[in-house]
């Protein structure tokens, strides 16, 4: 197997319980980030990676209504180093690609353009994470929630067998960030806004992204957001949320973070 999106998912997050089940739009939120993954053109493949204490939770139907395999690993549902290894181990997979399953605003275009940018690196990627999945990542100027992160499996085989500590094996990316072995890509001018949010961590998010979704079109891309939200060369006359979503201002307690609070806090999400 060459290029496999492997998409994380329980319903075990703290703080908002069981939101990979919440309803956007009339499907579940894990739904969408399936169905948008899908239309990845550079992905030769999806697969739904879930703890086993997961397996009679609806997660499998749910992927299985979209022709998603499903993969249950054993062990600590924390330790996402491991279920992606183990997931790209058993099916033979050689470059990961890592969506987390709170992000149904995915973009399968963003997607194909990180991975795009991943293969240009001369083989052996090495320890290096090619993304663009989180906020403005060395001022790019991306929102954070619409991409992905790309690893060779070697990379997280490696991470497997020498990472320990437990954040770290939680959140896959803060290694390199750590050691300085990130790479990414500029954000395309028309949908640079890196001031905003698009993955679901709290109830706010989730009214947030309910109501992006309410306004779309069938198969909708960054740019339909955009100017729903009415964003524009960094400026934004709906982009905060309303003063119902969040807190003061409008801007609620995650979505507006700087990138280095983000990937401070980390981003498990599954």
């Known amino acids: 197997?060459?290029?496999?999106?492997?998409?994380?998912?329980?319903?075990?997050?703290?703080?908002?319980?069981?939101?990979?089940?919440?309803?956007?739009?009339?499907?579940?939120?894990?739904?969408?980030?399936?169905?948008?993954?899908?239309?990845?053109?550079?992905?030769?493949?999806?697969?739904?990676?879930?703890?086993m204490k997961d397996s009679t939770t609806g997660l499998s139907e749910i992927a299985h209504s979209l022709d998603v395999p499903v993969m249950l690993v054993r062990g600590d549902e924390n330790d996402l180093i491991y279920r992606y290894?183990?997931?790209?181990?058993a099916l033979g997979v050689?470059?990961?690609?890592?969506?987390?399953?709170?992000?149904?605003?995915?973009?399968?275009?963003?997607?194909?353009?990180?991975?795009?940018?991943?293969?240009t690196f001369i083989a052996p990627i090495g320890q290096w994470l090619t993304t663009n999945l989180d906020r403005n990542v060395q001022g790019n100027g991306y929102p954070a929630?619409?991409?992905?992160?790309?690893?060779?499996?070697?990379?997280?085989?490696?991470?497997?067998?020498n990472v320990e500590d437990k954040e770290l094996r939680e959140h896959p990316h803060k290694w390199a960030f750590k050691h300085g072995r990130v790479r990414t890509i500029r954000c395309p001018e028309e949908l640079q806004a890196p001031e905003l949010d698009f993955s679901v961590n709290t109830q706010a998010d989730l009214d947030y992204i309910r109501d992006i979704h309410e306004h779309m079109p069938t198969n909708f891309r960054?740019?339909?957001?955009?100017?729903?939200?009415?964003?524009?060369?960094?400026?934004?006359?709906?982009?905060?949320?309303?003063?119902?979503?969040?807190?003061?201002?409008?801007?609620?307690?995650?979505?507006?973070?700087?990138?280095?609070d983000a990937e401070k806090a980390g981003r498990s999400s599954g």
């Not at 990979?20 to 990676?49: C, E, F, N, S, T």
């Not at 929630?145 to 067998?161: I, N």
């Not at 982009?239 to 280095?260: F, I, K, L, M």
Request: glycine content about 8%; charged content about 25%.
């Open 1 to 51: 197997m060459g290029t496999m999106a492997i998409i994380q998912a329980r319903t075990g997050s703290t703080r908002l319980p069981a939101k990979v089940l919440m309803d956007i739009a009339g499907y579940p939120l894990i739904w969408h980030v399936l169905k948008r993954v899908k239309q990845a053109r550079l992905v030769d493949d999806v697969v739904l990676a879930i703890p």
């Open 85 to 89: 290894n183990a997931t790209a181990t």
């Open 94 to 119: 050689e470059t990961i690609v890592r969506v987390p399953g709170d992000n149904p605003c995915v973009d399968p275009d963003e997607i194909d353009r990180i991975i795009r940018h991943y293969r």
């Open 145 to 161: 929630g619409l991409g992905a992160e790309v690893y060779d499996s070697w990379f997280m085989h490696w991470m497997d067998l």
């Open 222 to 260: 960054t740019k339909d957001i955009l100017d729903y939200l009415g964003v524009a060369n960094g400026t934004s006359t709906r982009s905060e949320r309303p003063e119902q979503y969040g807190t003061a201002n409008g801007r609620g307690d995650a979505r507006y973070r700087h990138y280095d």
